[in-house]
């Protein structure tokens, strides 16, 4: 059974960045798809990004909207997963939750992944 606890969340405005963490346990983060996703209100659970390590090479994955201003990594010694967030706009407001799948699955669906953090919330305000 693998954990996964996020942080970093918080208040900003827009233009700022802001990092977000997330810890693994009781599982190795580089034995599975790491990813993040966001949920605002009213609207359905979004990927973010997604990491995946075979061997040593990293196969990095971004959803549409955040190509170019987000940034996903890992750290296997530490077991953690990071995803720094650049010019943060209005619309990324949402909680952010980090998530673990088995390979071989699409990166990118939410219904790969089988294990969820409770999430974090960030606002970025005008």
């Known amino acids: 059974q693998v954990q996964l606890v996020e942080s970093g969340g918080g208040l900003v405005q827009a233009g700022d960045s802001l990092s977000l963490s997330c810890a693994a346990s009781?599982?190795?983060?580089?034995?599975?798809?790491m990813g993040w996703f966001r949920q605002a209100p009213g609207k359905e659970r979004e990927f973010v990004a997604a990491?995946?390590?075979?061997?040593?090479?990293?196969?990095?994955n971004y959803g549409d909207s955040v190509k170019g201003r987000f940034t996903i990594s890992g750290d296997n010694a530490k077991n953690m997963v990071y995803l720094l967030m650049n010019s943060l706009e209005p619309e990324d407001t949402a909680v952010y939750y980090c998530a673990a799948a088995l390979a071989g699955y699409s990166v990118s669906s939410r219904t790969s992944y089988r294990y969820w953090g409770q999430g974090t919330q960030v606002t970025v305000s005008s």
């Open positions: 009781g599982g190795t983060a580089s034995s599975y798809v």
């Open positions: 990491i995946r390590q075979s061997g040593k090479t990293k196969y990095l």
